[in-house]
T-cell receptor, first 117, second 109 residues
Framework: DVKVTQSSRYLVKRTGEKVFLECVQDMDHENMFWYRQDPGLGLRLIYFSYDVKMKEKGDIPEGYSVSREKKERFSLILESASTNQTSMYLC????????????????FGPGTRLTVT | GQNIDQPTEMTATEGAIVQINCTYQTSGFNGLFWYQQHAGEAPTFLSYNVLDGLEEKGRFSSFLSRSKGYSYLLLKELQMKDSASYLCAPWGGYNKLIFGAGTRLAVHP
C-alpha cells in the first residue's frame, strides 16, 4: 500500500512565525505536490517537485517555499505565517508518466489543518 | 485559461442512482480523474478516463467526452457511506492535475 504521511494533523501558529510542514512517501515516487484546500475553492496547487532538488510553482506559490533534499520527503515552508494561510494543507505523490494512466494517479496524505492566529 | 465546473451540492436517496457532472476547459488535456473525499479525510482515487466513453467499475462509472469538455460520475445503488465530496480533476499534462471545487453529495435513508 502506498503511504503518504504528513508530520501533523493539526497545527496552530502565530502570525509571523516560520512554519514547516513535512511530507514523506514510501513508494519511491518521483513527483510530489503541496495543495491547500479551502471551502468552495477546492484543491489549489502551491508547489510541486518532479525530482530531488527540483521544484515548480503551482497556481498559488506566493508566501510559500518548498524543499526537496531527498526523494521521499517534500517540505512546505511558510516563511512568515499570516492569517490568510489558515487552511487544510494536503501533500500528494505520484510516479512520472510511463505512458499508462496509473502512473499519474496522485496519492494523498491525511492533511494538516493549520490555523494561524 | 482553466476552468472546471461541477455542482456544489447534491442530495440523493439510499439505493438510488446519481449522476455528478463536470465540465472543464484546460490549456492541455490528457485525461480526467475522479476522486472521492470524505469529510476530514484525504481524497482517494475513484476512476480515470483518457478515451471517450464509459468506464465501469462496480457501482461507480465515469464517462468522458473530450470534444465537449464534459465528464460525469455515475453512482448506482447508493449507500450511506457514499456521502462525500466528489472531485473532478482533468489532467493537464506535465504531471499536474487541476481540481474542481468538488460536489458534496448527501445520501439520505
Amino acid at each position: 500500500d502506498v503511504k503518504v504521511t504528513q508530520s501533523s494533523r493539526y497545527l496552530v501558529k502565530r502570525t509571523g512565525e516560520k512554519v514547516f510542514l513535512e511530507c514523506v512517501q514510501d513508494m519511491d515516487h518521483e513527483n510530489m505536490f503541496w495543495y491547500r484546500q479551502d471551502p468552495g475553492l477546492g484543491l489549489r496547487l502551491i508547489y510541486f517537485s518532479y525530482d530531488v532538488k527540483m521544484k515548480e510553482k503551482g497556481d498559488i506559490p506566493e508566501g510559500y517555499s518548498v524543499s526537496r533534499e531527498k526523494k521521499e520527503r517534500f517540505s512546505l515552508i511558510l516563511e512568515s505565517a499570516s492569517t490568510n494561510q489558515t487552511s487544510m494543507y494536503l501533500c500528494a505523490s505520484s510516479f512520472t508518466d510511463s505512458g499508462s494512466h496509473p502512473s499519474y494517479e496522485q496519492y494523498f496524505g491525511p492533511g494538516t489543518r493549520l490555523t494561524v492566529t | 485559461g482553466q476552468n472546471i465546473d461541477q455542482p456544489t451540492e447534491m442530495t440523493a436517496t439510499e439505493g438510488a442512482i446519481v449522476q455528478i457532472n463536470c465540465t472543464y476547459q484546460t490549456s492541455g488535456f490528457n485525461g480526467l480523474f475522479w476522486y472521492q473525499q470524505h469529510a476530514g479525510e484525504a481524497p482517494t482515487f475513484l476512476s480515470y478516463n483518457v478515451l471517450d466513453g464509459l468506464e465501469e467499475k462496480g457501482r461507480f462509472s465515469s464517462f468522458l467526452s473530450r470534444s465537449k469538455g464534459y465528464s460525469y460520475l455515475l453512482l448506482k445503488e447508493l449507500q450511506m457511506k457514499d456521502s462525500a465530496s466528489y472531485l473532478c480533476a482533468p489532467w493537464g499534462g506535465y504531471n499536474k492535475l487541476i481540481f474542481g471545487a468538488g460536489t458534496r453529495l448527501a445520501v439520505h435513508p
